[in-house]
């Protein structure tokens, strides 16, 4: 049977988070020693082997994504790391446990990108509702400044890294990499016009490597460890092991780390089978910007690459699961209101269009004459929502809607 | 005055921040908090204008498109009820109707001594324990009614200590 | 050049810059993508999604003014899948849009709507729902409204105002379906908006709209668009004026062409009210018994051509004299300069620009042998250092001001300022150097010093273009010695760091500009300022190629043109010497006078016309459109000179502060009713059209010039419209030999423009500078002690300028309502520190006095934008004539007055 297997997690509820003593002793900062004693390229090197995908959602290869920045505008004075703690996806939380309980994770995978792409300043952009997350990352970089760990010549190495914690303010659209540094630069949360990507143009017009938690949290073991080693779990197509956040009705809901490739059915397991032994229905991968997906999809293998060949979603790991009973229509609605609320209101499709979804929901939950034709011109609209958007928030909203339709098209078009 | 940092004045909480626009988040979330009504003054947002060298409306404009921020006066006690897919999958309706009825008032609004502000949060990421409720930095989980009355209770019967 | 790449838009083959914006390019080769958030003045914003495209090889539908194009780029702009996702768009925005519209402005949108069928109700999928968004307007403006409701949160309102004019004022507030446009903490009126209705002019739906006149305004009922010049300041902002039922009910600014390519302040935009005034004169007005009485045209001009006649005749040619106006066209006042040289036989004419840059143009001249501009307006937008000097350009030119802050905002230049009172300028400024009143030569002597013991002087432009080469530099070397950081500190206050650095800064810069102002020229040593800063500009060799050089932004619409047409006692036209003889017989032949009818001596200067009126020598007066009772230095002087004329002939649109003192008064016509050119300050000769009759029987005013001629027997010529006048002045001055009305038709043209075929000239001095020898010259000056000194009597020093909502003597501006709504009292601002020692509180009404007169009451405006024992008042204000304070003593190279520099006391009025 399946078992969790804890890399990145492994000092949870094992060492007290705000004592940078107890890191150390389980290791932390082995990987930023072995990372200084090298070249910037060799740390690129090294993760691009290990084809570390980024655990923010969208699952681009990290080390890639350094060599970018590393490599983009020569001349410029200033490089940056931004570490998007912005974790706002519903159903998602596995970026918050990896601040509230081992802070140094994440912030030893920072220091390490900061080395890679020589970046001298970095920014952590974490949720405003994220308190603690926030109170024990500052203790975290205090304590590391202590132990020259930041700052200047850290280690000796003379690397020169300087960090400090930025706070969101409740804007779920911040987690969206650009809209992230417009934030960070003060302003409102309106996205960015794609290209130029960070590494060219990132905060303050200077390129910037931005990573999510997750994904630094990562860094140290492939560092310390070798890619080799990260490869041995996970599946060709998507090395390493991912944190699953799962909700909703099952026995044991939370945090699991497991190797990439598991099955809906063993998370679903691991968290203590179907709360109060219901039947399973439906779950939705990815938060609201994910995919609903039915029976049928218990036994395929969870992964970024399996998932897309299925046209369902990984995203940030969110697993909220229904059972028999729950209302679809219910949820469908829940995460339209949401993208409604969380739209910046920058380009019309996603401002209005999000606004008219609402309205068409409610009437596909309160009665409307014609559900069928009212569900394929919502599906319709949010096809052009997604071809003319901005940003990933007004190309959303398909993303549930349509599964849903695939799979419980019965239940949202018969007539109550 | 329970909190120290509400002694201070505006200019001194800016002034602990360089005058530079990517402070602004920053400076507005440490206004907010230092006021004992948990909002942003207009004097606040004019002085933090000033300070940054920004126009009026930027700061406004900030101040309104971050819902952590209020420009208006609100409780010392902010309960915002998580309503994610999945606090709702576990009757946060319910959780909101229970506090409307103990708190006696609706979504949105203030009890009469300025004890509570009743708001509603995108998810909290707190799914393991759903529904959840965060009130000022602290959030609580698995809630019932009965657990509800509880949180409340035990609130009203601390500023009562504290006033005391 | 940018390399030409070819792609292809729906397979038709175009050729374009490589790199060119897509949506651009498109729209240049007449494939109109529908677009509403694009505007080519602003930056790409993304916001509309309507200009979606297809490219080959690249993913999914992309907004096209994103896009820059590249070699061999196949785009696909209208297919059937593009057209219905822009259905949706238009579909989508309009259900969150009230449609209701009173045809006052151009509705891009609505154009839209109707293109793809979706005016009709039954096209449409998505129910209204603006109504239950309960979008506000906001109509807190003095002179827009804004309506949520009718805003397709297109971004241009707020790109226009921080790209374009560098303010920054307006934002967005809430987020999503309920965001909106503010300026302030969502008031408008209480924002930093300054009014200049950039954002009305770039608004592609009515969201927002002017306030004055929009009732009035019907687009569908025949608007008439005549486009013309602005009336106030020098920098000539082209205009769109909309004349409806004879009245001028809206003001644009013209896209697409120099000076101000759409630009307008808020006096351009907003100040046109007056032309309509029923205060308007509209009748000759005789004084009879004390009275002034209406009469007919005759009766006047008959008058006033026998009163002039016999006082030439009984008291000689030199008893006559006239002030020419900088308010009227270059036609009007080349025969203005005409009557008095041919008619009235002197060379007594002269203007207000002894008052404002005589002294910048006296140095100019005297250094570089031109006394305008030597670079363009735009030049500002690409230069790296921007040297301000007494110039607070944000108000005075605002215009000009947009480019510069544009090199600052957006290109990183550094704006050095020296001025003793904040400016709003200072904001953006790199440096701000603040040295006390009257010290300007001292503190840019120690700029010389630090520039030449630092070496950061350029030989080999000396050594080729500086007369004396670096013999001539040596003696400046050696004058500048004393100048050391300490010694300069000790009388300007300027901190040494901050000057060393500025002086730094502006040598090293690669296209430094500077742009002088009233600060520095209305001074007793106005011409010696101006000397150092050429004497910096030429060891550096930061002049002589495009975008390096100085630059005075001149204060009124024509001032540059009334000195280019030769209403000066100086020179003739184009600036030839009265002296020059070659030049008389060149002129006598024209004019068809003898020779030796022409005085070849100077005349009079403006102030010592006023002096020849109170000795007694000058009996007539003939004042075009100024008014000096309220801007002549030590104003009970010049009342009492003016009283003392025998005969005084007052013509202009207003009564105003010096009308009462005329013997007859004569109605013309305001820019808007009238025909003829003005120079701007970067010398752009620039059409002037009627748009509006004149009320009752004004007359433009060469047409009555030339009528007084007539009548005093000596015809100033046949002249059928502007257009022969102007061929006159083309043939008098050389600077403007090519140039004619058909070629002013769409552009302004730079002068010198020798011939026809010349495209006029956007940069002087490229070659040689325009002196006999082609050399610059270096003027050593040493700094002196002002006559003039705080003591204990009068322990302020008085600063005296302008404010943006009003203008020159307010005649004009104040008959504005949306001009007068932003500012309309007068103040002197105090320091802080002085505010307190002497007890006196906000807004406290004050007794201000000098050794020559007061002013009271005036409220005090306590602020640190002046310095410690430093006040300023704006000279607008009829009700505090700050010129009773003023001093009348000169500088003696360009009889400029020190308005700039006044010993005063201030004590609580007691009403």
């Known amino acids: 049977m399946i078992q969790e297997t804890r890399r990145v997690l492994k000092n949870i509820g094992k060492i007290n988070p705000e004592s940078i003593d107890d890191a150390i002793r389980a290791g932390a900062y082995d990987g930023l020693k072995k990372a200084l004693l090298v070249q910037p390229a060799d740390v690129i090197n090294e993760l ?67 080395y890679a792409v020589q970046a001298s300043k970095g920014f952590i952009y974490i949720r405003g509702e994220y308190h603690d997350s926030i109170r024990k990352t500052r203790v975290a970089i205090k304590d590391a400044y202590k132990k020259g760990l930041l700052g200047k010549n850290i280690l000796g190495s003379g690397f020169d890294c300087d960090i400090e914690v930025k706070l969101g303010a409740g804007s779920y659209l911040c987690g969206e990499e650009l809209t992230m540094l417009e934030s960070l630069e003060g302003k409102r949360g309106n996205p960015r016009i794609k290209p130029p990507f960070p590494a060219e143009k990132g905060a303050f ?7 999510n938690v997750e994904t630094l949290a990562n860094i140290p073991f492939i560092i310390a460890h070798g890619k080799a080693e990260f490869r041995k779990l996970g599946t060709e197509g998507s090395p390493g092991t991912k944190i699953f956040t799962i909700s909703g009705r099952v026995n044991r809901a939370g945090h699991y780390e497991v190797p990439m490739g598991v099955t809906l059915q063993e998370l679903i397991h691991l968290a203590g089978g179907m709360s109060e032994g219901k039947p399973f229905k439906a779950a939705l991968l990815g938060g609201a910007a994910g995919t609903f997906v039915d029976a049928s999809m218990l036994e395929e293998q969870m992964s970024y690459d399996n998932l897309k060949k299925k ?24 995460c339209l209101r949401f993208f409604r609320h969380e739209s910046c209101g920058k380009c019309v499709p996603c401002r209005t269009g999000t606004a008219q979804l609402v309205k068409s929901a409610e009437q596909l939950r309160n009665g409307h004459p014609d559900k069928k034709a009212l569900l394929e011109q919502m599906i319709r609209e949010s096809t052009i929502m997604a071809a003319t958007s901005l940003c990933p928030l007004g190309q959303s909203p398909v993303l549930p809607l349509k599964s849903a339709a695939s799979y419980f098209s019965r239940e949202l078009t018969e007539i109550k | ?80 009820v998580c309503t994610s897919v999945v606090c709702e999958l576990h009757k946060a309706g319910r959780v909101i109707g229970s506090l409307e009825n103990m708190l006696g008032i609706t979504t949105g609004e203030t009890t009469p001594d300025g004890m509570f502000t009743l708001e509603l949060s995108e998810c909290l990421g707190q799914c393991q324990d759903a529904p959840s409720v965060m009130v000022n930095e602290k959030v609580y989980n698995n809630l019932d009614d009965n657990r509800l009355a509880e949180i409340i209770h035990q609130i009203r019967g601390s500023q009562k200590t504290a006033n005391r | 050049m940018t390399k030409q790449i070819s792609l292809t838009i729906d397979n038709k083959k175009i050729t374009a810059p490589e790199g060119a914006n897509l949506l651009q390019v498109a729209s240049e080769n007449n494939i109109a993508i529908p677009h509403l958030c694009y505007h080519k003045k602003l930056s790409p914003t993304g916001a509309c999604r309507l200009c979606i495209v297809k490219i080959e090889n690249q993913r999914g539908l992309i907004a096209s003014c994103t896009v820059q194009v590249s070699d061999g780029m196949k785009v696909t702009a209208f297919d059937g899948e593009l057209e219905e996702a822009r259905k949706y768009l238009l579909d989508w925005l309009l259900s969150e849009h009230d449609e209701s519209h009173d045809n006052s402005y151009d509705d891009a949108f609505r154009e839209l709507v109707h293109r793809y069928g979706l005016d009709k109700k039954e096209n449409r999928l998505f129910p209204s729902i603006y109504k239950e968004l309960g979008y506000p307007t906001d109509e807190s403006s003095p002179v827009l409204s804004y309506d949520a409701a009718k805003c397709i949160k297109c971004f241009r309102c707020i790109k226009g105002c921080d790209e374009v004019q560098g303010k920054n004022v307006l934002s967005f507030t809430n987020r999503g379906i309920i965001s909106y446009i503010i300026g302030g903490f969502d008031n408008w009126g209480e924002s930093e908006c300054d009014g200049c209705g950039e954002c009305i002019q770039l608004c592609p739906t009515g969201a927002i709209v002017e306030k004055p006149h929009r009732s009035a305004i019907n687009l569908l009922n025949g608007i008439q668009k005549v486009r013309t010049t602005c009336p106030y300041c020098g920098v000539g902002c082209q205009l769109e004026l909309f004349v409806q039922d004879g009245k001028i009910v809206r003001s644009n600014g013209v896209e697409g062409v120099s000076p101000n390519d759409g630009r307008l302040c808020v006096k351009g935009r907003f100040g046109y009210d007056y032309v309509h005034s029923p205060e308007r004169l509209t009748k000759p007005l005789i004084k009879k018994g004390g009275k002034f009485v209406e009469s007919s045209w005759d009766e006047a001009l008959d008058l006033v051509a026998r009163k002039f006649s016999e006082i030439k005749e009984k008291y000689g040619r030199k008893a006559l004299a006239g002030y020419a106006s900088a308010k009227t066209t270059n036609e009007d006042n080349y025969l203005f300069m005409k009557l008095v040289r041919k008619v009235f036989g002197n060379n007594n004419v002269d203007y207000c620009t002894r008052l404002c840059h005589a002294s910048t143009v006296t140095a100019m001249l005297r250094s570089l042998g031109d006394g305008a501009g030597s670079n363009s307006i735009e030049d500002y937008a690409g230069s790296d250092c921007i040297l301000v000097t007494g110039n607070n350009m944000i108000e005075t030119h605002p215009v000009t001001a947009t480019f510069v802050k544009y090199a600052v905002q957006r290109k990183g230049a550094k704006v050095i300022i020296i001025d003793p009172k904040w400016t709003p300028l200072v904001k953006d400024a790199h440096i701000w150097l603040q040295p006390k009143l009257g010290t300007d030569v001292a503190l840019l002597n120690g700029m010389l010093r630090v520039i030449i013991s630092e070496d950061l002087i350029d030989r080999e432009f000396i050594t080729k273009r500086v007369d004396g080469g670096l013999q001539a530099f040596e003696r400046l070397k050696a004058l500048t010695g004393k100048y050391t950081p300490e010694y300069v500190k000790a009388i300007t206050g300027v901190p040494a760091h901050l000057m060393t650095e500025a002086a730094r800064v502006y040598a090293r810069a690669g296209s430094p500009l500077i742009a002088t102002g009233m600060g520095y020229s209305q001074q007793v040593t106005g011409t010696h300022n101006v000397f150092c800063l050429i004497n910096m500009m030429l060891i550096t060799g930061q002049v002589g190629r495009r975008g390096a050089g100085l630059n005075p932004p001149r204060g009124q619409n024509n001032v540059q043109g009334v000195s280019d047409v030769g209403a000066s006692p100086f020179t003739y036209p184009g600036y030839i010497p009265v002296e020059d003889e070659e030049n008389l017989r060149h002129i006598a032949r024209i004019w068809d006078v003898p020779f030796e009818s022409l005085d070849s001596k100077k005349g009079l200067s403006t102030i010592e016309i006023m002096q020849a009126a109170y000795e007694g020598s000058v009996k007539g007066m003939y004042i075009m459109g100024e008014n000096p009772m309220l801007t002549d230095p030590n104003l009970n002087h010049t009342e009492e000179a003016i009283k003392r004329l025998d005969f005084l002939v007052v013509q202009d649109i207003f009564h105003t502060d010096t009308t009462p003192f005329a013997d007859v008064i004569l109605p013309a016509t305001a820019f808007a009713e009238s025909e003829g050119t003005y120079v701007n300050s970067d010398r752009r000769v620039l059409r002037v059209r009627k748009a509006v009759d004149p009320p009752g029987q004004a007359r433009q005013d060469w047409e009555i010039i030339t009528e007084i001629a007539r009548r005093m027997g000596s015809p100033l010529g046949n002249y059928r419209n502007e257009s022969d006048i102007w061929d006159e002045i083309a043939r008098t001055a050389p600077i403007f030999a090519g140039i004619s009305y058909d070629r002013l038709k769409d552009q302004g043209i730079q002068w010198p423009c020798p011939d026809k075929d010349h495209p006029g000239t956007d940069t002087l001095f490229l070659e040689q500078f325009n002196t006999p020898n082609g050399l610059g010259k270096l003027h050593p000056v040493d700094y002196a002690e002002q006559n003039e000194q705080a003591d204990e009597t009068y322990p302020f020093i008085l600063n005296t300028g302008r404010i943006l909502y009003q203008y020159h003597s307010s005649t004009m501006s104040r008959r504005n309502k949306a001009l007068t709504d932003f500012a309309n009292q007068a103040y002197v601002l105090m320091n802080p520190g002085d505010a307190e020692r002497h007890g006196f509180t906000q807004g406290q009404k004050l007794r201000i006095a000098s050794r020559r007169g007061l002013i009271e009451p005036i409220a005090v405006k306590i602020s640190n934008e002046v310095l410690p024992g430093e006040l300023f008042m704006p000279f607008h204000y009829p009700e505090a004539p700050v010129n009773r304070l003023t001093r009348d003593e000169m500088d003696p190279y360009s009889k400029i007055a020190p308005f700039k520099l006044s010993a005063v006391n201030a004590s609580p009025y007691k009403g």
């Open chain 1, 48 to 114: 691009m082997g290990a084809d570390l995908h980024g655990r923010g959602g969208a699952g681009f290869p990290a080390g890639m994504k350094q060599k970018f920045v590393s490599e983009s505008c020569m001349h410029c004075p200033q490089r940056y790391v931004v570490v998007n703690a912005d974790e706002g996806e519903p159903g998602t939380f596995k970026d918050r446990i990896i601040m509230e309980q081992d802070p140094h994770l994440y912030l030893e995978g920072t220091i390490i990108a900061a």
């Open chain 1, 205 to 211: 017009g200077l390129p910037t490597l931005v990573n």
């Open chain 1, 311 to 334: 046209g369902a979603t990984l995203g940030s790991g969110a697993v909220i699961i229904f059972a028999e009973g729950d209302p679809v229509v219910e949820a469908l609605h829940n």
């Open chain 2, 1 to 80: 005055m329970t909190n120290p940092l509400q002694l201070m004045c505006t200019q001194q909480i800016i002034e602990q921040f360089a005058p530079e626009q990517h402070n602004l988040l920053n400076i507005l979330h440490a206004l907010q908090d230092n006021h004992p009504q948990n909002y942003l003054t207009e004097q606040a947002l004019d002085d933090t204008a000033r300070y940054l060298g920004l126009p009026k409306s930027s700061v406004y404009g900030v101040a309104t498109y971050y819902t952590m921020f209020s420009l208006v006066p609100r409780g010392r006690y902010i309960v915002r």
